[in-house]
């Protein structure tokens, strides 16, 4: 049977050993001398093996047998490793190491998550961060798929989706948007009759008016583009216009105008979705503690 070595003990022979007294051993260790005496020899005992020559006087200096010493290097060994492993092991339970993985609508992550994520990697440079954007429905998928440790975008059936944990935190508006020549540009806000007279380009967000009374405005719809970049650009080249919730409309286009619907007042919630069955790594549970915080302010 395998001796059970403890890490201890194996430090205080090394200090013994290094030191040439227990005193001194003693000393380092914040113990008594009987106490280190106590330890070393239960360590003797788990070896069967004298690891110290027998001292004749109290003055004479310690020294290792032959034993002792081809033991030394090897307690050494043993107590880096577990050293090294202790240390892995505070680092990834404080969040500055390990693997973090999160996938999140683009709204949020280019308006919100930048700010977010400098601050939250400032003190751990060591941690490792995948990072995903796309649509609720995709989002939704590496979530349950376990792709990702939690993911960020709007529930559109909350119902429907038991298994997993919704915290909102974001919401916004739902708004035209067109270029600033269009004939509704100048408008404060917007029915969603006066959109069917135009040519609309729907997209991810549009799902939002399935519940409402907005709803032929999906049939309506003469285009359908799903990523934002080419969405922007239609828009821009004036092929057409669109609905958008607040964060998604590019806040720092000057050839696009917002503009809010007023009937019906349509809003979404985003929040963090994670599966309500799966402990979050310690770095992940840190990092949506930490945008809870940040949203607070």
């Not at 934002?228 to 696009?256: D, H, R």
Request: glycine share 4%; with cysteine; charged share 20%.
């Amino acid at each position: 049977m395998l001796p059970e070595l403890k890490v201890s003990q194996l430090r205080h022979f090394v200090w013994v050993a290094e030191l040439k007294g227990f005193h001194l051993a003693a000393e380092k260790a914040h113990r008594s001398q009987p106490a280190i005496s106590l330890s070393i020899r239960d360590l003797e005992n788990k070896l069967s093996e004298d690891l110290f020559e027998k001292r004749n006087a109290r003055t004479s200096k310690t020294e290792l047998t032959p034993f002792g010493q081809y033991f030394l290097p090897k307690a050494k060994e043993l107590i880096a490793h577990h050293d090294r492993i202790a240390e892995d092991i505070m680092l990834l339970s404080e969040h500055k190491t390990g693997y973090l993985r999160l996938a999140s609508v683009p709204s949020i992550a280019s308006r919100v998550l930048p700010d977010i994520l400098l601050k939250f990697v400032a003190n751990s440079p060591s941690l490792h961060v995948s990072f995903y954007d796309d649509n609720s429905a995709a989002v939704l998928k590496m979530v349950e798929s376990q792709q990702v440790d939690f993911g960020i975008c709007h529930l559109f059936h909350e119902e429907d989706h038991s298994d997993m944990v919704f915290m909102p935190i974001w919401q916004d508006r739902i708004g035209m948007v067109c270029p600033n020549n269009h004939p509704l540009a100048d408008k404060q806000s917007v029915h969603w009759k006066d959109l069917r007279q135009h040519r609309l380009i729907s997209n991810g967000t549009s799902r939002l008016l399935e519940d409402t009374v907005a709803r032929p405005l999906l049939e309506h719809s003469q285009f359908y583009v799903s990523n934002m970049i080419s969405l922007i650009a239609m828009l821009e080249a004036g092929l057409g216009i669109t609905t958008l919730p607040w964060y998604a409309f590019p806040e720092e286009s000057v050839t696009l105008q917002f503009i809010p619907l007023e009937t019906p007042v349509v809003t979404r919630r985003i929040g963090i979705v994670k599966l309500s069955n799966k402990s979050l790594t310690p770095s992940a549970q840190a990092l949506i503690d930490f945008i809870l915080e940040h949203s607070k302010n």
